[in-house]
Structures are given as C-alpha cells and as structure tokens.
C-alpha cells in the first residue's frame, strides 16, 4: 500500500491564459513558487535590516531619558574610549549631536555659579531654564518681549532691579532670584514653580496645579536640568 502521495503521478496546474476567449482565474503552480520565494527572500532582507538597527543602537555605556518635546529617546552616551578624537561624551537626540562639555560649561558658567550661591538655588537649574528659554543668548528677544538669557519681561526685569537686561550676569542674577521667589511661594515645587516662571503665579494658582500649556515647557526645563546633571556626573 502507497503511503500518502509517494509514486502518484500528479502535475501541478497550469495557468491557460486564454481559451476561446474565457481566462482562467486559477493560477499555476510555477507562479506560487515563484511568489513564495520572493516573499521569502524580502522577508528575509527586512530581518536583516531590523537586527542591523538594533546593532546600531546598542550601547551598554548608554543612558537613555524621554525627550519631553518629541517623546522619543534621547541617548546619553560615554565614548571618552573610543571613537571621538576629542574624547568628549555626547548626548544624541535625532541627528542632533551635544558634547557633555558644552552641556555642563557654558560661556556664563561664572554667574550661574554667583546666581546659585547668592538665591540658593541649583545650578543645573539656572542652566536649565536658561537653555530652554534662549539657548544661552543674550540678545534674545521673544514675540512676547522677553529678553536675555534666562527671557525676563522688561517690567519683570524691572521689578527685579536688573536695569540692563540685555547684560548676561544682571540677566541670570534676575531669572535666578525669580525661580527663587517662585519655589518659596510653592513651598519647593519644582514643577510648579517651573510652570509660574513660565506662565505666571497666578496661572497655576487658577488651576491648582501645572497648567496644561505649560507641561511640555516644565518636562523640557527638567530634561534638561537632568542632562546637565549627568554631564557633570560623568566627568
């Protein structure tokens, strides 16, 4: 007795194109063998590209936080052994490359230090704000009419005693007794004090907390506060 299909005699179907005037819709054997195989073979190139993505980005030196804007992953990662000539680490986000050294000093690094000291507050904060409100530039000038580095309106400015916004340490010294009034007034609330140096006291006293437009800002400024943390951890 045959077991199964062994020593029958069976030929695939054909595919006739066409047979007075009728096609048929069955579709021949040589055809499926041929898709299959493709199917196959590109199947097999997309595995290779997907394990050459995850081969680039791994890295066991890597630390990896949210970015607050985008919501993707922004890797900080120490190659002070290999790759670089300048030795320097790097924070990477997309196709934007920062060196942990530009990310821990900046050209005002003398009065964000004298900031800190005299309003008791971080430093990597002063940083913080200021690279999220002017990227660290004096002649900055918002929409709004914010001005310098750390963007103080000119009557807040005013009502800080900084008579030359436009000067850098007048500015910083400025936006550093501001945030130090505003985590005294929210009893240390980083966050909320954040969002009043953003929005002002009242906004987030009206809406008992963070308000809703101010979120991407306060997750921005404490991003950034924590990747001048680590910049400074790693040396």
């Given at each position: 007795?045959?077991?199964?299909?062994?020593?029958?005699?069976?030929?695939?179907?054909?595919?006739?194109?066409?047979?007075?005037?009728?096609?048929?819709?069955?579709?021949?054997?040589?055809?499926?063998?041929?898709?299959?195989?493709?199917?196959?073979?590109?199947?097999?190139e997309?595995?290779?590209?997907?394990?050459d993505?995850?081969?680039?980005?791994?890295?066991?030196?890597?630390?990896?936080?949210?970015?607050?804007?985008?919501?993707?992953?922004?890797?900080?990662?120490d190659?002070?052994?290999?790759?670089?000539?300048?030795?320097?680490?790097?924070?990477?986000?997309?196709?934007?490359?920062?060196t942990?050294?530009?990310?821990?000093?900046?050209?005002?690094?003398?009065?964000?230090?004298?900031?800190?000291?005299?309003?008791?507050?971080?430093?990597?904060?002063?940083?913080?704000?200021?690279?999220?409100?002017?990227?660290?530039?004096?002649?900055?000038?918002?929409?709004?009419?914010a001005?310098?580095?750390?963007?103080?309106?000119?009557?807040?400015?005013?009502?800080?005693?900084?008579?030359?916004?436009?000067?850098?340490r007048?500015n910083?010294?400025?936006?550093?007794?501001?945030i130090?009034?505003?985590?005294?007034?929210?009893?240390?609330?980083?966050?909320?004090?954040?969002?009043?140096?953003?929005?002002?006291?009242?906004?987030?006293?009206?809406?008992?907390?963070?308000?809703?437009?101010?979120?991407?800002?306060?997750?921005?400024?404490?991003?950034?506060?924590?990747?001048?943390?680590?910049?400074?951890?790693?040396g």
């Amino acid at each position: 007795m045959i077991n199964g299909t062994q020593g029958l005699s069976i030929k695939p179907l054909s595919t006739y194109s066409n047979i007075g005037n009728k096609y048929t819709t069955i579709t021949g054997f040589d055809k499926v063998l041929e898709d299959t195989r493709n199917k196959i073979s590109n199947s097999e190139e997309d595995s290779e590209k997907d394990e050459d993505k995850v081969t680039e980005t791994e890295d066991d030196k890597s630390i990896v936080y949210k970015d607050p804007v985008t919501g993707e992953d922004v890797k900080y990662v120490d190659v002070s052994d290999e790759e670089d000539d300048d030795n320097d680490k790097k924070v990477s986000s997309n196709n934007n490359t920062t060196t942990a050294s530009s990310m821990k000093k900046t050209k005002y690094d003398a009065y964000f230090k004298e900031a800190a000291r005299k309003y008791n507050v971080s430093e990597s904060l002063l940083k913080a704000i200021a690279k999220a409100e002017s990227d660290f530039n004096a002649n900055c000038v918002s929409s709004a009419g914010a001005i310098g580095v750390m963007q103080l309106m000119p009557s807040t400015a005013d009502s800080l005693g900084v008579k030359d916004p436009y000067d850098p340490r007048q500015n910083i010294l400025g936006g550093a007794k501001c945030i130090a009034q505003k985590l005294k007034e929210f009893n240390g609330d980083v966050r909320l004090a954040l969002a009043a140096y953003n929005a002002g006291s009242g906004a987030v006293k009206r809406n008992g907390g963070v308000p809703s437009y101010c979120k991407v800002y306060v997750n921005k400024v404490l991003s950034y506060k924590e990747a001048f943390e680590t910049a400074n951890a790693v040396g």
